[in-house]
């Protein structure tokens, strides 16, 4: 009976909630990244006091784009990589500002917050009809498509915010951009792009498809992540899995900013998804737990392998060649992004699964902040942030619930099934007295990310006088 219901036995893995026919359920919402369940937790933790809950509300509160003052700058067409103005700042400002402002208003209760998300999102889907430029326009159509839905998603049921033109705004010109990538690539060969490019798209589409309640647009995504032609579907931008368990993440052989965002864009793809019911994180044995360990481990400094990889570039019926990575890059282990708290606590606490690089990484990154807070660039608002305020979770315990709807049972590796996640899906190699290695440094990684509340007040203005030396944006 464990076995049937995917519950681990010997490594303290959690079991999951009941199960529930993902596929016929209705969509739920809240159910992007963050669920009823979830900002319920979040007000409960920070009212009580409890660490490292205000810690991560310190960084939400003092970032400049979470205050009720925030006014919008819509424009009706947003250029990025090209054109006249490339103005692609004021959007994902504004969006960043909706998103925190609105997040702010579900922590504190305090209506001001919620009725200035409600004003910036209703002002751009009044205004905005066009993305427009390079290639990059691809980008900003995923990436600014994907945090809007979040904004939008965190006020759909305020009396004054215009649900039907929020839809209207992603169906008709942030979902038709990314869609028509993850189709025809920019008329590219499939492998002419990195994974991020896909990934962005991939966010684009589910969160509209959820956003919307257009259950065939949320298929897609889910079919795309995991048997996508492109180089952002999970077997392509994870190829190999090695024998100490880490999936070898391919972007690691181009750069560590652009490692980071896919991570964090596949994290946020399956978090999405997970609060769907739909278990993207346990797909075909957990293969991202495996590659997310990996580029934890290669961002903190440690040694990770790499398989020399050759991509074909070029448009179809045009110019062609090809590149090949061979190595991993160079990397700062002072670089960070808000990424690791959602993944660590998913596998972690959800799963009871060891995965002490991510660990290490979501202590190391915490408490974690948003956009304003990794540096002025465009790269500094990939992620929406915030991680450790919305994804630190407690430990399930087997039997119980452990937040957000479950994942129907299936067969092994299947996307909407608990069956495929098995207690060796840990990607902590054994190595015999190296606690990264073997995953019980788990509990000595929280500890210290919950300590960081004891003294959060005091390091917050050293922590900011700081980040932007330490953390450049990613173009």
Known sequence: MLKATGIGIGTGATALATPADAAGAPLVHPGLLHTRADLDRMAAKVKAGARPYTAGFAELTANRHAQSGWRANPQAVVYRGSGTPENYATLYNDIHAAYQNALRHHVSGEEAYADTAVAILNAWSGKLTRLEGSADRFLAAGLYGYQFANAAELVRD?????????????????????????????????????????LTALACVLATGIFCDERAVVDRAVEYFEHGAGMGSVKHAIPVVHEDGLGEWVEAGRDQGHALLGVGLMGTVCEMAWNQGIDLYGYDDSRFLKGAQYVARWSLGGDVPYTANTRKKGAIGGWSGSETA?????????????????????????????????????????????????????????????????????????????????????????????????????????????????????????????????????????????????????E
Do not use: C
């Open 158 to 198: 305020h009396g004054n915010f215009d649900l039907e033109r929020a839809r209207e705004l992603l169906l008709n010109v942030f979902h038709p951009l990314s869609d028509s990538f993850l189709s025809h690539h920019n008329n590219a060969v499939v492998t002419n792009y990195w994974p991020n490019w896909d």
């Open 326 to 474: 061979s190595d991993v890059a160079v990397v700062d282990p002072g670089m960070t992004r808000p990424i690791w708290a959602m993944i660590a606590n998913h596998y972690t606490k959800r799963r009871g699964l060891p995965a002490s690089y991510l660990t290490r990484a979501a202590a190391k990154a915490a408490p974690e902040g948003g956009g304003g807070d990794y540096g002025p660039n465009s790269g500094g608002f990939d992620q929406l942030g915030f991680g450790t305020l919305a994804f630190t979770r407690d430990r399930g315990r087997v039997g119980e619930p452990v937040g957000g709807p479950s994942p129907s049972p299936g067969p092994s590796g299947g996307s909407r099934g608990v069956g495929g996640v098995r207690t060796q899906a840990s990607a902590s190699p054994a190595r015999e007295g190296d606690l990264a290695a073997t995953g019980t440094g788990d509990a000595a990684g929280w500890a210290a990310a919950a300590g960081i509340g004891a003294v959060a007040g005091g390091l917050l203005l050293l922590r900011r006088r700081d980040r932007v030396s330490r953390r450049e944006g990613v």
